[in-house]
């Protein structure tokens, strides 16, 4: 039978806190926390440690991309994105690197405030409907907001600086 005791000790640590000695921001999602008291037992101590997560919070923060979802269907081009895991400034920096390496002239954007990935171009932008393994939904381009081929964001010289 097991028996544990539990202790009343809590320790918080909240990302939230910019001056909080626990908890390291390697990036936007990536934290490292360290408890400010190390737990030891003796060797001989017959007690057990039990850790738990009274509560957190976990962004959807990821963008996985793998055969599933790998091209991304611009006009009459395809460009393959390569397959891994990205936060949102990882994944619109490698976007825009393989968009400037193509024959288009389009960049993305990421707005923090609506959650929004924009597309910006100095001439339309035709996304079809659908396609083998398209990258369409991790920008948020959906079947059900597509029925013919859409143009997203267009931006002409004289609005892109207005």
Same mark, same amino acid.
């Given at each position: 039978m097991f028996n544990?005791?539990?202790?009343n000790l809590k320790i918080f640590l909240d990302?939230?806190?910019?001056?909080n000695p626990h908890v390291s921001?390697?990036?936007?999602?990536?934290?490292l926390f360290t408890l400010p008291n190390p737990i030891v037992l003796a060797n001989e101590d017959e007690h057990q440690i039990t850790l738990g997560i009274e509560s957190m919070s976990l962004p959807i923060t990821c963008y996985t991309v793998n055969d599933t979802?790998?091209? =991304?269907?611009?006009n009459d081009?395809?460009?393959? =994105?390569t397959h891994g895991n990205y936060n949102i400034d990882l994944f619109v920096k490698h976007v825009n690197e393989l968009l400037a390496a193509s024959s288009l002239s389009v960049s993305i954007t990421f707005n923090d405030i609506n959650s929004?990935?924009? *597309?910006?171009?100095?001439?339309?932008?035709? *996304?079809?409907?659908?396609?083998p393994s398209s990258a369409h939904r991790l920008f948020g381009i959906t079947p059900s907001t597509i029925?013919?081929?859409?143009v997203y964001r267009y931006m002409n010289a004289e609005t892109a600086f207005h």
């Open positions: 544990a005791k539990h202790s990302t939230s806190q910019s001056n921001k390697l990036d936007n999602a990536r934290y979802n790998n091209i =991304l269907y611009i081009t395809s460009i393959a =994105l929004k990935i924009t *597309f910006e171009s100095s001439s339309s932008l035709t *996304f079809p409907a659908y396609q029925s013919k081929p859409l």
